[in-house]
């Protein structure tokens, strides 16, 4: 390769040191002596998508592009020298990673992809693999934007919207859908479990066995590491791209993950780990399916599932703290201690559109829903209890799915009532409730997030609410609607 002139310094290219996405990675050396590595990228259709790189530069762990320019058959970028790539890394290091270094790895590249989901233009990598993450400046980075795109970019001929690397490829990129945030995180949970195994969770090795394990097969368990962090794995393999976690919780979780846990906590878990890996069990076999009622569906059959591990983890607490209590445990959770008692009942499916409201374009999607009730048999003034709804739904980001928990009250109060907060089914009469306008009803409690490693609030709020109902003590709520820290996200109007 002959020298090139870039950024007003003649760059003198050296031996080859990488290969990606659509071009080749040469160390380099300027007259003044710096050093730097050069990509040579041929101009073919799609050549220009390498530059989507410099949109995302300082983005945290991102490598930057510091300069570019071109020849008669290349583009090339000016990057900073890395000190090593986690492949070589796992090269020299063959086995499992020591896990505070899997961690800081994947706390890294995390915070790279909060950063590229939260960029002012999205853009979506389609390639996590470890070729493609850097160690540079003490942290690992990703690199190589070959075949990235803008997040919300529509599909043309030069997007390389079919291309990927089997070995970490997401359900939807085997069946050539549109790729989204969701995409990358299924590539960090491939990237994950290899890094705490030792090897991927799926190995092929033909492109036919590739393509029928990341459709239709689970992965293995994961006991090699403490159970919320095999938990988050496995979410993040999920076959339904709308039921993992995003970049920002994955990051949030893994921060937790470094703290101590009480052996309560662990306890904890240890069963949503078994839960979790069981989920990813069942729900496998229906990723492949492609049409509206077959994605609700395998939503419905994640919430199912992820509902369970709520259920026995209310009924294993109220069995532990309060064993005078009387348990049922059939399609409804039933508990009686005192003159209180807790019912959860099981979730139902929702028909599709059951908030939907004339002249609004988007509003929240509810797959499935339930209810939570405390009642106890003498209040002050009247008051026999509270119960509060729970929705899977993407409440608060669209296309993403969790279990809520959320409440309501009368838009105009006239009396006073036995049960308040109450709980509604997902309906047009309480659609207006969500920032709509009008209506008989509004939000007493703004929808929380109760799974996903936030289940210890939920159980510890409803065991409480149980202890205060089993002597009487349940009071109604001092004010109106109750700061529960939750929020949604607006409607959006035609």
Known sequence: MQSIEIGGRTWTPGDEIGEGGFGHVFRARAGDGSEGALKFVPKTRGADRELLFESVTGIPNVIPILETAETTDFLV??????????????????????????????????DALRGLDAAATPVVHRD??????????????????????????????????????REYAAPEQWREERATPATDIYGLGVLAFELVEGQRPFLGPSVSEYREQHLHQAPPALMSCPASLSSLITECLFKPSQARPTAANVAARLQMSVRPSS?????????????????????????????????????????????????????????????????????????????????????????????????????????????ITIAQARGKHGHRGRSHSLWYCDAQEQGVYRWYELAFMPSLSTGSF???????????????????????????????????????????RWIGWLADASANALELPRYLPEQSGGFHRPPLRT
């Open 418 to 460: 036995a049960v308040i907060p109450f709980d509604c089914d997902p309906s047009t009469a309480v659609a207006f409730a969500f920032g709509m306008g009008g209506g008989e009803f509004q939000l007493a409690w703004q929808p929380i997030a109760v799974d996903q490693g936030a289940e210890a609030q939920f159980v510890d």
């Open 77 to 110: 970028l000016l990057m900073p020298l890395a000190e090593e790539s986690l492949r070589q890394h796992l090269r020299d290091h063959p086995g499992p990673m020591p896990l505070d270094d899997a961690i800081r790895v994947l706390m890294d590249i995390a």
């Open 263 to 371: 052996p309560a906590a662990q306890k904890l878990q240890a069963m949503n780990r078994d839960v979790v890996s069981a989920l990813a069990t069942e729900v496998a076999a229906e990723s492949a399916a492609r049409t509206e009622a077959a994605r609700r569906q395998g939503l419905l059959d994640v919430a199912s599932a992820t509902f369970q591990s709520l259920v026995g983890l209310v009924h294993d607490a109220i069995a532990e703290n309060a064993p005078a209590a009387t348990i049922g445990l059939g399609v409804h959770l039933h508990a009686k201690l005192g003159d209180g008692e807790l019912y959860l009942e099981g979730p139902k499916a929702c028909r599709a559109g059951a908030l939907a409201l004339p002249r609004f374009a988007s509003t929240i999607d509810v797959i499935c829903y339930s209810r």
């Open 128 to 165: 996590i693999k470890p070729e493609n993450v850097l160690l540079y400046n003490g942290h690992w980075c990703l690199c190589d934007f070959g075949i990235a795109r803008y997040a919300e970019a529509s599909t043309s001929a030069d997007t390389r919207k079919f291309m990927m690397t």
